[in-house]
């Protein structure tokens, strides 16, 4: 089935106008594994050129896609549901050597990715429009009626990052051709051969031709040059909040919806169940070795039981398996690159240097970094407050609810925050004073269900996303007003 998507050496094609073609130029970019660094495949490195023949191709695909109704659109995207989950052990085997996913957990994202495609058919065929009376306003009689529905906005550029190349992939592309849009799929460079696999997924599914197109390719040569473009329509990213800022920056009157990073906090109050709360943290901290926008990055507790909590976490992390991601059971796998571990390190060295005390976890081997347990952290050192998307978790010891939230909010992200309480009112105040997207009761920071809303505030991101709430931000209403002759 997969036959067409490579060639000989372990070059891969892209996904161009329902055809998989070679790069033009025969300029590749190379993919290693970050677990042994073997090559893992070559993907085409694009040209401006080419990227201006895909948009064009997605341009015109977009409107034989938009008259296509939505329980045949929803067809599309049941089977392409059906083929991933069977499908699901293979390509898991690819991602899991592409970004040094476990194995249980890059199968697992491809599982999630079919149920969430499957959700977003339903939701779609739910979707319904409205209709609205003239005489409900003040100084209008039943002369008008206003009929209004959702429409496509065009051609959505889907850019998706390194950690969930499947997933996140899927999560854009799936409510927009939903929503009647075509849709370019930029994948990360590591990630990309997984992403490239999702394509053929949806082809094999029936997507017509050019509905989907994918684009692969240097960032500095054709990232910005694809984001301008006047004929995108839409950007839908996931990555860092540095790019996303730039992204903002440079697509004045395009609309966007960024998904981006998170210094999430696990606020530890002194009635919390500990046992429990250290269970999630150390799941939520150091699962794929944190890399992930919604992993617990810091914790804040209650002075009182900062002992009790500190001794309960370093049992459970020292139990945390290192190694190959193919080993069954491995939760520390390496890093995406060396550059990643090298800033994790410049946080733990900043960290011991300002009098941080070191609980547990000191080792780095090439870009595997051991999971690390810093307590008596103090606002003044950067693990306090900088992303570090790797295994290492900072304990800041709090006096009361307040200072707990005042630190929580001088960060200068907002996507998620924990709250571990038996007291409903403490955490009801608590998460009404939050400046977050989601806030997270009992348990840890996470991006599911995949039907609520996930959002960020600040620099966290921008936008809503959720099946229904990304549907509807890859649409827009359109109203048509019937006017009578009523005298």
Known sequence: MFNELCCENKIYRNLVDGRWVDSKSNKYLEIHSPIDGTLVGKVPAMSQEEVDLVIKNSKAAQKAWNDVPVNKRAEVLYRAA?????????????????????KKGAVSEVTRTADYIRFTADAAKAMEGDVLPGDSFPGYNRSKLSFVSRVPLGVVLAISPFNYPVNLSASKIAPAVAAGNSVILKPPTQGSISAL??????????????????????????????????NIDFINFTGSTEVGHHISEITAMKPVLLELGGKDAAIVLEDADL?????????????????RCTAVKRILVMDSVADKLVDLLKTRIQKLKIGDPR?????????????????????????????????????????????????????????????????????IRIKN????????????????????????DKAF???????????????????????????????????????????????????????????
Do not use: C
């Not at 059906?82 to 476990?102: C, M, P, Q, W």
């Not at 997270?440 to 609520?452: A, I, L, M, Y």
């Open 327 to 395: 080993e069954e059971g491995t939760v520390i796998v390496p890093l995406i690159d060396n550059r990643a571990a090298d800033f994790v390190m410049e946080l733990v060295e900043d960290a011991m240097e300002k009098g941080a005390k070191r609980i547990m976890g000191e080792k780095r081997e090439g870009n595997i970094v051991e999971p690390m347990l810093f307590d008596n952290v103090t606002l003044d050192m950067r693990i306090a407050w900088e992303e570090p998307f790797g295994p290492i978790l900072p304990i």
């Open 82 to 102: 059906d083929i991933l989950y069977e499908r699901a052990e293979e390509i898991g085997s690819v991602l899991a050597l592409e970004i040094a996913k476990d």
């Open 401 to 424: 609810m307040d200072e707990a939230i005042d630190i929580a909010n001088r960060s200068e992200y907002g996507l998620q925050s924990s709250v571990f309480t038996k007291d409903i």
């Open 429 to 487: 105040y608590i998460a009404d004073k939050l400046e977050v997207g989601t806030v997270q009761v009992n348990n840890k920071t996470e991006r599911g269900p995949d039907h609520f809303p996930f959002l960020g505030v600040k620099s966290s991101g921008m936008g809503t996303q959720g099946i229904r709430y990304s549907i509807e931000a890859m649409s827009r209403p359109k109203a048509v007003v019937l006017n009578f002759n009523r005298k």
């Open 197 to 230: 696999f999702l394509a053929q997924i949806f082809k094999a599914a029936g997507l017509p031709d050019g509905v989907l197109n994918t684009v692969t390719g240097r960032g500095s040569e054709i990232g910005d040059y694809i984001v301008k473009h006047p």
């Open 275 to 291: 046992e429990n709360a250290a269970d999630n943290i150390v799941s939520g901290a150091f699962s794929y070795s944190g890399q």
